[in-house]
């Protein structure tokens, strides 16, 4: 359940352009705990880019980010790295090491953020790990041996090994069949409520924002043009999101 008036993410004023290219221009939008925030827009349109932004990967051209309540952009590297321990960042491709095992992959954070576990606790959060996404078998295969939907629940294993309170996902159904697809977006929506994370998830994947979305947010024009509801947005007369929408398949 989302609890009000608690904010863990606050964007204000959020600006980022590229030379003579305006991607974001004064964005101001928050999410609350336990909140799952869907991020539409066309490609261009700046939706990795607020990801990024928020993360620390891109600093923003003029705004402030708070995350729990710090500004991330005016934080040390060291205070930033901090807080980036609590958030987990789902990348497009997984994002895997080729040359590591799936064990060596998810020990990798925990031995980077966590020095204080030994090689037995390491391995067990692996192996726990493992469990939530059903993978525990494949802990000694390389990411060549498995499948794109397995390379996924792998990636959202390493994702969130190290106990995140804030996720971001970037297209997380990207590349997959409609049932893969539908199996990694209930598997999100159900990991988060069992470890209590709060999310923002960049997609194009209708089917994927109905199962996991509390709220959704479009991107247009360097802007937030709209917000709301998923099924009021789908459902929108608006021009512009009748097309958007009108060559995708959902059951609303």
């Known amino acids: 359940m989302v609890?009000?008036?608690t904010r863990i993410v606050e964007i204000k004023n959020l600006t980022k352009r590229f030379e003579d290219n305006l991607v974001l221009e004064n964005i101001n939008e928050s999410v609350r705990r336990g909140e799952n925030l869907v991020v539409f827009g066309r490609s261009g349109s700046g939706k990795s880019v607020l990801l990024k932004c928020i993360i620390g990967l891109m600093?923003?051209?003029n705004g402030e980010i708070f995350i729990n309540g710090q500004n991330v952009l005016k934080l040390p590297?060291?205070?930033l790295n901090n807080v980036r321990k609590n958030i987990g960042f789902l990348f497009q491709g997984?994002?895997?090491y080729d040359s590591m095992t799936i064990r060596e992959n998810l020990s990798f954070p925990l031995k980077r953020h966590f020095t204080h576990l030994t090689p037995a606790q390491t391995e067990e959060k692996v192996r726990a790990t493992l469990d939530l996404v059903s993978l525990e078998e494949a802990i000694n295969k390389m990411p060549s041996e498995l499948s794109g939907g397995m390379k996924k629940r792998i990636g959202l294993a390493r994702?969130?090994?190290t106990d995140p309170e804030l996720m971001l996902y970037d297209e997380p159904t990207t590349g997959l069949d409609p049932i893969t697809s539908k199996e990694i977006s209930e598997l999100i929506l159900n990991l988060q409520k069992k470890l209590n994370m709060t999310s923002i998830a960049v997609t194009h994947d209708l089917m994927c924002a109905e199962i996991i979305a509390d709220r959704a947010i479009f991107l247009k024009d360097a802007k937030v043009a709209y917000e709301g509801d998923i099924k009021e947005l789908i459902k929108s007369t608006?021009?512009?999101l009748r097309n958007f929408f009108s060559n995708e398949i959902i059951k609303v």
Do not use: G, Q, R, Y
Request: aromatic share 6%; glycine share 0%; no cysteine.
């Open 3 to 5: 609890m009000a008036d």
């Open 59 to 61: 600093v923003p051209d």
């Open 94 to 96: 997984a994002a895997l």
């Open 159 to 161: 994702s969130i090994i």
């Open 238 to 240: 608006d021009p512009f």
């Open 77 to 79: 590297l060291k205070e």
